[in-house]
């Protein structure tokens, strides 16, 4: 196989045509008051499986041959790619295993097994998506079954840069720039594929999670190489991959897109903004790319149009208390510190009185030794009402007797609060 071409988007978008339905490109009067620009969403979170992904996926198992079909597909996800290959099996009329790890939410294997339509068997293996990988991996070794590529195929990128060929479309025109989020790069490499040959005027920036940005890693290293174990933060898991394909970078080395790194945290303020006040529904993922347009720095001028990919709404409804935690800690309204209390009467009515402000609210407590009968130390969450009450709470914590101690991200104590 080769890389992809234009023509070859071109084909896939005729392949899906009746298939799936175009996805809305709506404009966001929002992100465009706040940052001066003429923005504009194009909801791929609106798709039958809530993401992008059954793009590239049908565009592979369409081009099957009819020796291949017969022999089944498979594939390893624990989100996204599974439903988008299910929906894929379900219109072409081919069988599949789709291989899922044991932490594969209940909700998603029954939604894989409706949208697959009786053609889809699914195996729970394993409690990492890469036991899952390897498990699929050799299904397909000894049955014969085509891998269905989540990003790292010539196929799936084409599938995806039918995303850019829809939005231009829609839009009438070029945008000034689009910015899409960046896990594996099978997304950002099929709108590249297509916009380098029909729309080079339009900046391409990606947008990929600080935690887990292996695709600036790769170009760092003129290769895809891993992410340590230490260096993964799963916050976006849609977007939260290891090492970036080895197709998907060949097509992002060729034509050098802008990469920025975002912070968890304003991908959790973009995600509560997007629902607050648009309605949207995102999982992280589907924010990561909004969230870029947030950053400093990015040099668009006022009043450009920008297409943003809202990539998926596959959001578990049991993450919002993490999501308002991070977005409270990125914004500077909550703050965690271990003080050293004295084991004596009062001890913490002074505290209350003397150093908690009038609106500070203290949202943990919890004493985490005590090895003394004089002291014990406690592990205080203190949410603000603003970021800039944290100078005046500081000075106090100073002025007090007590031995307080900042807790911050970089702090080994600080996955206790998560």
């Not at 291989?99 to 409690?127: F, M, N, W």
């Not at 990492?128 to 010539?154: H, L």
């Not at 380098?196 to 999670?209: F, M, S, T, Y």
């Not at 943990?364 to 009968?373: G, I």
Request: charged share 20%; hydrophobic share 45%; aromatic share 4%.
């Amino acid at each position: 196989m080769e890389l992809p071409t234009a023509a070859d988007v071109d084909r896939a978008a005729t392949r899906l045509a009746g298939v799936i339905a175009p996805t809305p490109l709506q404009h966001n009067a929002r992100l465009s008051a706040l940052l001066g620009l003429d923005v504009w969403l194009k909801r791929e979170d609106l798709q039958p499986v809530r993401s992008y992904k059954v793009r590239g996926a049908y565009n592979l198992i369409d081009q099957l041959s009819e020796e291949a079909r017969a022999r089944g597909v498979t594939c390893a996800s624990a989100g996204n790619h599974a439903q988008g290959v299910a929906l894929a099996c379900a219109r072409a009329g081919v069988r599949a295993r789709v291989h899922l790890p044991r932490t594969t939410p209940r909700q998603k294997r029954e939604r894989i097994q409706v949208l697959g339509a009786g053609l889809v068997e699914t195996v729970i293996i394993g409690d990492t998506y890469d036991e899952a990988a390897a498990t699929s991996a050799a299904y397909a070794a000894s049955s014969g079954a085509t891998p269905v590529a989540a990003f790292d195929d010539p196929r799936t990128i084409a599938g995806q840069g039918t995303v850019a060929a829809e939005l231009i479309g829609q839009l009438g025109a070029p945008p000034d720039a689009v910015v899409v989020p960046v896990g594996g790069g099978g997304l950002i490499a099929g709108m590249l594929t297509h916009l380098a040959e029909r729309a080079p005027g339009v900046r391409v920036i990606g947008a990929e999670p600080a935690g887990a940005a292996c695709m600036a890693a790769a170009v760092a290293a003129g290769a895809p190489v891993e992410l340590g174990l230490d260096g993964l933060d799963g916050f976006v898991d849609g977007a939260a991959v290891r090492k970036a394909g080895a197709w998907t970078f060949d097509v992002v080395r060729r034509h050098s897109p802008d990469l920025v790194a975002v912070p968890e945290g304003l991908v959790a303020v973009e995600m509560l903004d997007l629902y607050q006040s648009d309605g949207i529904i995102a999982e992280p993922a589907g924010a990561l790319a909004s969230a870029a347009l947030r950053l400093e720095g990015l040099d668009l001028a006022p009043g450009s149009t920008v297409v943003v990919i809202v990539s998926g709404g596959n959001n578990d409804v049991s993450r919002y208390a993490e999501v308002v935690e991070r977005a409270l800690v990125y914004e500077g309204l909550k703050h965690y510190f271990l003080v050293e209390f004295p084991q004596e009467p009062g001890a913490l009515r002074r505290f209350l009185d003397e150093v908690l402000g009038p609106d500070d609210d203290i949202t943990l407590f919890e004493y985490v030794k005590r090895s003394n009968r004089e002291t014990g130390p406690a592990l205080v969450g203190i949410e603000l009402q603003h970021a800039a009450d944290l100078a005046g709470l500081l000075a106090r914590m100073e002025s007090s007797p007590l031995r307080v101690e900042v807790v911050g991200p970089e702090s080994p104590l600080f996955r206790f609060v998560r």
